[in-house]
Structures are given as C-alpha cells and as structure tokens.
C-alpha cells in the first residue's frame, strides 16, 4: 500500500519536478562554473534529492483522497486502534514514521545537527505545521501523525549520526568524495532500472 501511494505520488508530480529539476539543475551548473566553485556530485545530487522529496510531501499531505476529517488531539488514540498486521496499520502508522525519516536525515544532514533537540523542534515545527495545513484544505489534524512525524525525524537524525560515525572509521579511501560519488551514481542506476520496470509509472511505460 505505502509502496502504491509513492508511485501515485511520482505519477502526479512528475510534470511538476521536470520543470523544477531542469531549471534548478542548470541554475546551479552556471552558478558553479560563474563562480569557479568545486563540484562535488554526492553533495549536488542529495540536495536535488531532499528537493525531490519535498515535492513528493507536498503532494501526500496536500491529497484529498488520501486522509478523512477532524481533529484528534487524544494522544495515540489513532495508533493503537490499528491491528498491527493490517494494512491500515502499515499506511497510517508506518507510513506517517518513514515519510519523515528523510526529513530528519536530509536535514540532519544539512545543519550538522549535533543534539537529538535540533531534530525534534524543527520535525516539530514542519509536522505542525502540515496538520495545520491539511486541517484548512478539509484533511485531518491528528495529534498521532505529529507524534509519528517527530519520530521518523528522529530515527532519520539517529541514522545521520550511524553513518557519520561508521564514516570516521572506515579506510581513507572510503572517506574521499570519489568513493561518495560512485555510490550515488549506482544508486541512480538501480532508482532508473526500478522506475522503468514498474508498469505503475504510466508516464514511463
């Protein structure tokens, strides 16, 4: 289900992140050359991903069709009336937990965040602010899904933190910018060759 929710997702935003991706990604090309700036890919290609990312929540949270209506202010009142095995449970709670670990990650990422804190006011801030939003355009404001937000930040920033520190002890050939880039490369390769095969991508079949 959460797995048929991101692919509708990319299938409704990818007019959208065109237009954004091509403009941004030759706006920062001249900028690096104008400015003689060194170009690091790894670097390049996570910003375009937290765009990417953020274009993608836009469009879940902003979904009519996909939450109800009201106000739940009752601390895990939602969560524990799933079964833990249904898909309900899958979608609402797991769903809410794992679309914002990248926030937690990518902005972890980002500031250097050092304290777990930094993380939970500014996942905070944003979860807040998104059941705010769905609330006036006639979705759900769910304590839960804040509770759960905050969560998947948090799980994100603990993952920055894993890697930084598997990072620091690892070969210095694995520490060099190169290394990074070749990953990244991959990772694209494998996110292409998924995207293709998938039959959901209507505007890719």
């Not at 991101?6 to 706006?27: A, G, Y």
Request: charged share 15%; glycine share 6%.
């Amino acid at each position: 289900m959460i797995e048929n929710t991101v692919v509708k997702t990319l299938n409704s935003i990818w007019p959208m992140l065109t237009i954004f991706l091509v403009i941004i990604i030759s706006v920062r090309i001249a900028y690096i050359i104008i400015n003689n700036e060194k170009f690091v890919f790894y670097k390049e290609f996570l910003a375009l991903a937290f765009i990417i990312y953020g274009l993608m929540l836009f469009e879940l949270v902003t979904n009519r069709d996909l939450g109800g209506s009201g106000i739940n202010l009752i601390p895990f009142k939602e969560i524990l009336r799933y079964d833990f095995k249904s898909e309900l449970f899958k979608y609402n709670v797991i769903g809410n937990l794992v679309m914002f670990l990248p926030f937690g990650y990518f902005v972890s990422h980002y500031i250097k965040a050092k304290k777990v804190s930094h993380i939970f006011i500014l996942t905070a801030l944003a979860s807040l602010t998104v059941e705010f939003v769905q609330l006036q355009i006639g979705r759900a404001f769910d304590i839960d899904d804040v509770i759960l937000n905050i969560a998947g930040g948090i799980c994100g920033f603990l993952l920055y933190i894993g890697l930084n520190a598997i990072k620091k002890h690892l070969p210095s050939i694995f520490q060099k910018d190169a290394f990074y880039n070749i990953i990244c490369v991959l990772v694209i390769i494998v996110i292409a060759y998924l995207t293709f095969r998938s039959k959901g991508l209507g505007w890719l079949a």
